[in-house]
Each structure stands twice: as C-alpha cells, then as structure tokens.
C-alpha cells in the first residue's frame, strides 16, 4: 500500500491540470498513489484526466456527474477513498518542486509527534509574474502544534494553499465536517483542527507554486468581501470551541473591520451592506475603530511635528 495518498481535486482547470499533474509524477519521493477528482467541469478536463487514468501510480479517478458546489466537500470525498497513511491534497491549478514531497516526508517520519508539515509558496501570478512568497525564518523546524495555531494561525491561515502541506491521516477521524460548509474559510478551519491534534513541522524552502488568476476561488471572494464574513463565521467557531477566548475574539473582530475598512472600496458596493450587518453584532466595534485612528492620527501629527523640528 501506498505512503501517501495525492488527492486532486479539480474543478475546470484544464489548462492548468496536465502541468499539475505531471509536477506530482515527477516526486523524487514516489511512494505515493494518485486521486484525481473532477467536480462536473465544463471545460476540456476530462480530457486531460483521460490520458493519465491508466498511469501505474494513478490509482482512481473520480468524475462527478453533477457539481458539488464545494471545494471541501470534494476534499471529504477524496480523503475517504485514500488509502494511505499521509494525505496531500494537490491542487489542481498548482503545481510545485520535486523535491516538495521528499521534504514534507522527512519532516513528518521524523517524529512522531508531527502531524502536519508545510513548505513556502510562491503567489504565481498569470501570465508569467512572481509576485510574493510566504516567509518562515527557518530553514526548519517541528513547532508545537497549539503554540503555532495561537502565535500564526489566528489573525490569518498561514498555509494559505493546501498544495504546500502534508499531513497524518488518522488525525482526519476528529476533524469536524463543519469546514465543509465553507467556501472561502474551510481550509483555515481545517489545519486548526488537525493542529489541535499535533505539532507541525515547518519548512523554510519555498517548492510550491500557489496560481493566482481569475478562476480562483481566493480572488472571487476578495473582490465581493465574503472573505470578511466566512471570517467572522469561523471566530465564532473557535470561541464556541474555547480555542480563542471572548477578549481574543474580540480583538479578531475588530482587526478584520480594521482590514474591511482599508479595502472597502474595492469590494463590490452591492455587498457592503451586508458586511457591515455582519459585523454590527459587536456594540463596541465602532466605537474601537475610532479610538484606533484617532491614536494613529495623532501619532502622524507628532511624527510630522518631530520632523520639523529644527536640527540643534
């Protein structure tokens, strides 16, 4: 039986899927079996799924016949039929390094400890651009595992692709089925669930390519502003949970109005409305934010002052 099982979930990514594909097949690491999922798509994906479904590492292919409507719920499927003991779920419009495997692995039978282990990506940017990649200040590293969800998985989803991340599949028996009901958010509220669970290795190397373009899901959600409310949802959750507490939740709240606020006009005006209703649960937030651009603004006025001053 196959170590690892490579779940890819595609969704009308054929232009992208062969690349995908292929940068798995290349693994140095090859003790893997592969799982290609199609979620009903309109394009010529089929097509390119069709020329791998007899490849000798390709052990089953997945068609839907109807369209799920959710990127997690085609993940719940594809982690069930996975046979192995690690689970990598490779997106289908990424595509990454072929040492990545090798290295999550090294990471992950290192100690037993670990359940989870990332690399660094690299936001790939169409046509042919670069434009960010993630940073870790350490070539490598095993982190606790509910030290690294309050220090860096709280204000924001430091795995920010699941094509950077390998983790223990016996962890996925005590992940809640509530990630999927997410569109945006399911993953964030994933790895804090198996993190809860494990300690993490973190890789410094950057061997994944995370594609930004206008078929992503990511993109669709910024320029609407649902990201602020599947947000909002999730906080809830981790207070139900206890893994935040009412002054963490809070302090959440307020920084996500804080980062609304910055981008709100951007967001499509239409759905300002309801993320301002969204956030109107919370008495004190306005009240807060003002208070937070009033010190900032008095901290500009006397950085200005500072400057004028006449050098002595």
Known sequence: MAKVSVIIPNYNHGCYLKQRIDSVLQQTYQDFEIIIMDDC???????????????????????????????????QKGINAAKGDYIWIAESDDWCEP??????????????????????SY???????????????????I???????????LEGNSVVNASMAVWKKDLYSKVDSEYTKFKFCGDWLFWISILQQSNVFVSGRALNYFRNHDKDVSSKFYHTGNNFIENIDLYKILLQRSIIDKSQFEMLIKKQY?????????????????INKAFSNH???SNSIKAFYNIKKRLYIFKELVLARPAH
């Open 41 to 75: 798509s309109p394009d010529n994906s089929r097509d390119v799924i069709a020329e791998y479904k007899n490849h000798p590492l390709v052990a089953n292919v997945l068609l839907n016949e109807t369209n799920s409507g959710s990127t997690f719920k085609q993940w």
């Open 258 to 274: 804080i980062n609304f606020l910055r981008v709100k006009d951007s967001i499509v005006k239409s759905n300002l409305s309801t």
């Open 99 to 120: 040492t990545l495997l090798q290295t999550l692995m090294d990471g992950l039978l290192a100690d037993k400890s670990v359940g989870l282990a990332f690399c660094q």
């Open 283 to 285: 008495s004190n937030l």
């Open 123 to 141: 936001y790939y940017y169409e046509p042919n651009r670069i434009k960010e990649i993630t940073y870790y200040p350490h070539y490598a590293k």
């Open 143 to 153: 982190e606790n595992g509910e030290r690294f969800l309050q220090q860096h998985m």
